[in-house]
Every structure is written in C-alpha cells, then in structure tokens.
C-alpha cells in the first residue's frame, strides 16, 4: 500500500479446533473503521484469519504499511497468543502508537503491558467511543493519558484509567465497514451482524457479562428493529445477502420487553420482502413457540442454544439458572416448528464427576446427537475454558486449582474423569484426523453446513 495512512486495524491469526467453527469477518473491526471514517480518519483492515496469514505472513504484511496507529482485535482467546507473538517479532518501534483491545485484553491488561513492551495501550470494554478519542488525540498531537477506558505503562508500572460509560443507543453507531465481507463469503461463511450487544444471563464461565459488567450502563442493549432491518436491506441490496447470522450474544433479550423487540425485527424483516434465512443465539429458557413460529416465517433456520449439560448438578455449578427439562423442551419446540438447533455442550468442566457423564451422554442421545456427526455439529467431549474475570476463574484460583496465565489457564478434573477425557479426546482426534484423510483421499465428502461457533463473535 502507498501512503501512510492514519490507522491500521489487524485481526490476529487463530487456529479453530475443527468442529464446524466460522472464521469471518470481524464486526468489531468494522464497527471501528466505519467510526472512525466518518471523522474522516483514513482506516485499513488487516485480518489475518480471512486472509489465511500466519504469525510470520501477518508481521510480513503489517511492516509493508505504514501509519499512524496500529490497532488489534482480540475476539476470542484462541486469538491472543498468536497476537502476542505478532507484537514481539514486530519489536519495539516508536514512531506510531500500538493499541489491543477485546475480553481477554480488557481483562488483563495489566499483565499483558507489563509482559509486552511493544504494546502502548489497551483498550478496555467497548472501544467505538474509547478507540477514536485516543486516535483523535494522537493524530492532533494531543495528550491522551487522562481519557477513560485506557490502560497504559507509565513510571515503571501500569495506569488503568475509569471505565468509559457502555454506548447506550447502539443505533448511533454506523453500520459496520464491510471491507472483508467478500473474503469471508469466498470461504463459505455467512454473512455477520449485530442486533444487540450483551446478555443477561450470569453463567459462571463466560466473559460476555463480565465484559460489559465492568463498564457504567446497561449490559444488555438492542438495537432498534428499523436500524436493524436498514443494515439487512443493505446487505441484501447491495451485496445480494440471502443468508445471514446475527452474532448476537444473546439475541432475545431479557424479559417482556426483548420478546416484543424479536417479534418486531421478524416483521421488519418480513416487510423487506426477500427471500432469507438467518442465524440467532439465545438461551433456551427464550424459546417460545409463538415467538419462533414468528421468526420462522421471516426467514429463521438455526438457533444456536447454549444447553452446556445433561446433568442438573453440572447447570447449577455453572450458574445456568435452566434445568435440564427445560433445555430438552427448548430443542423440542425447535424440532417441531422445523427449525434446526445447535448446541453447544460443555461435557467436562472442573466440577464433572464420573456420575455427570451417563446423563451427558444419555441426554445428547436424546438430542438425536452421536459419534457419527462428532466434529460436524458441535465438539461433544468440549472441555469448559476459563477466562480472565470470569467467576469460575475466580472461584477456582481461591481453591488454588487454576494453573496457567491469561494466556490460556489449565486445571485438573478428579483422576478419574480426567483419565476418561483423555482417552475419549485420543479417540475423538484419531477419528477427526482419519476423516480429514478420507476426504483428502475424496472417500468422504466434507459436511454440507458448519455448525454456528461454539461462542457467537462480539
């Protein structure tokens, strides 16, 4: 590229675990270019993961550019060691600023700048406000150590400013930049957009909550139903989008209220007067066969429900607030208003004992789910990962078991269990790599659809 230009936003490399998971594009990313163009800042994006650059090939293509500041996206855990390792083969170069944001990051900035010399700033929680006053004031040669939401090093140690307030009106923000958005239809994966941002369940294991949490508002917001149905009219104007996902955390919203604004988006969807399909996440205490029946007759084909557990015990260790009963009566009325699910299913988390895997299996059974579809579907032996400021990690590091760092923690299960998981992930990789093969081979063909990602994009 010609030019120096005024930011560049880089999506890390990130490897899946080769279950059906999605790498497309980053609405974060997006979300900031478009931010900052209409301030008349000039913005690329670099995303390693659609452009199938590794460590080296993204360090390659980053010291081909030149600008101002240099921005990561961290969206997923899995993306943070091969961004740390981008940042320390790029070295210590001053003449344009280094910033990082997204879960892990927030969480851990202060081990992260301690550990990362080459890394000037984090950005903490949401950064469509918090990214673009920082640019604003290094491109105008201002100071910018006093603004919210920022983590830095200063005077041998590290500065971790307020929170920034949450965006409270979502439909303020532009639609996102659309850069990538061919790239990661070439590679089969649907379209992404956002209704909402958010969840309002507590579950003990997931970032969502905690992320949003930690910052002044409301940790669930929605958008409107006509800002959202305009963005899909443009996907399908423009781009000729017939199939799309939204990557909502949490697509329903709480109460009464998130129920009426779903039934809306379905009408306004409905008004549109194409032909589509879409993708939504929820919990499966938001399954209503009124609602559903309404959002299928606008074009819903999947719903990714969050189930984690055949086992009550295991629920209520993860703070689920569903039972088993009402999971299975989620998948129920999917079935029978001809809508497909997807789960996602924690079979091994630090609480499971031998007792909790009959009635995993048994209830994946009752789903209709066996080792023929293990790696089309869902992961069926997916061991909980901990994240940085979740409870879980909190509760397991005062019962001293959680081992590890924030880049990626470990703990140990009862023997027992831990033995059974090892040996059933032995035969799980086994049957995987023996598949890859035969498709190699063309003995087998490659699954028709990729399941929705085991954590929907934020």
């Not at 999506?11 to 899946?16: F, I, L, N, Q």
């Not at 609480?351 to 009959?358: A, G």
């Amino acid at each position: 590229m010609n030019g120096r230009i005024d930011v560049l936003l880089v999506g890390g490399p990130r490897k899946t675990r080769g279950t059906g998971e999605e790498v497309g594009e980053n609405l974060g990313l997006g979300y900031l270019a478009a931010v900052l163009r209409e301030q008349g800042v000039s913005v690329e994006i670099l995303d390693a993961g659609l452009e199938g650059l590794n460590v080296t090939g993204l360090v390659r293509a980053i010291r081909a550019r030149s600008f101002r500041v240099l921005g990561f996206s961290v969206v997923v855990q899995a993306m943070l060691r091969p961004t740390l390792a981008t940042l320390a083969a790029i070295g210590e170069r001053r003449d344009y600023l280094t910033v990082m944001g997204g879960h892990g990051p927030t969480f851990s900035c202060r081990s992260i700048l301690r550990d990362v010399p080459a890394l000037d700033v984090v950005v903490r929680g949401e950064g469509e406000e918090t990214f673009p006053d920082l640019v604003f004031r290094v491109l105008g040669g201002q100071s910018w150590h006093d603004r919210p939401g920022l983590a830095y090093r200063a005077d041998g140690g590290v500065v971790v400013n307020p929170p920034r307030p949450l965006v409270s009106d979502l439909d303020r923000l532009p639609h996102p930049a659309r850069d990538k958005l061919t790239s990661s239809l070439q590679r089969g994966t649907m379209a992404r957009l956002m209704s909402s941002r958010g969840c309002h369940g507590t579950c003990a294991f997931c970032s969502i909550r905690a992320f949003y949490g930690g910052s002044p508002g409301h940790a669930w917001r929605g958008r409107s139903p006509e800002d959202v149905a305009a963005e899909i009219e443009e996907l399908a104007g423009r781009w000729g989008i017939r199939h799309f996902r939204f990557s909502d955390d949490n697509f329903i919203g709480p109460g009464g209220a998130g129920r009426r604004r779903a039934a809306a988006i379905a009408d306004a969807i409905a008004a549109l007067g194409h032909d589509l399909e879409f993708t939504v996440a929820c919990r499966p205490d938001d399954v209503d066969h009124e609602l559903f029946a309404q959002l299928k007759a606008a074009g819903l084909h999947t719903v990714f429900l969050g189930v984690e557990s055949g086992s009550q015990r295991i629920l209520d260790t993860l703070n689920k607030r569903v039972t088993v009963e009402r999971n299975r009566e989620a998948v129920r009325t999917l079935r029978a208003l001809g809508l497909r699910p997807g789960l996602g299913f924690i079979m091994f988390t630090p609480d499971t004992r031998l007792e909790d895997l009959p009635a995993n299996f048994e209830f994946l059974r009752e789903m209709g789910i066996s080792w023929r579809n293990t790696g089309d579907m869902l992961d069926i032996l997916n061991r909980l990962e901990v994240y940085e400021g979740t409870p879980m990690a909190e509760r397991l590091r005062r019962e001293g078991r959680l081992r590890g760092d924030y880049q990626g923690f470990a703990y140990r299960m009862p023997p027992e269990v831990e033995t059974i998981y090892r040996l059933l992930k032995g035969c799980q990789d086994a049957a995987m790599a023996a598949r890859r093969l035969g498709r190699a081979m063309g003995l087998t063909r490659a699954p028709a659809a990729p399941a929705p990602a085991r954590h929907p994009p934020s």
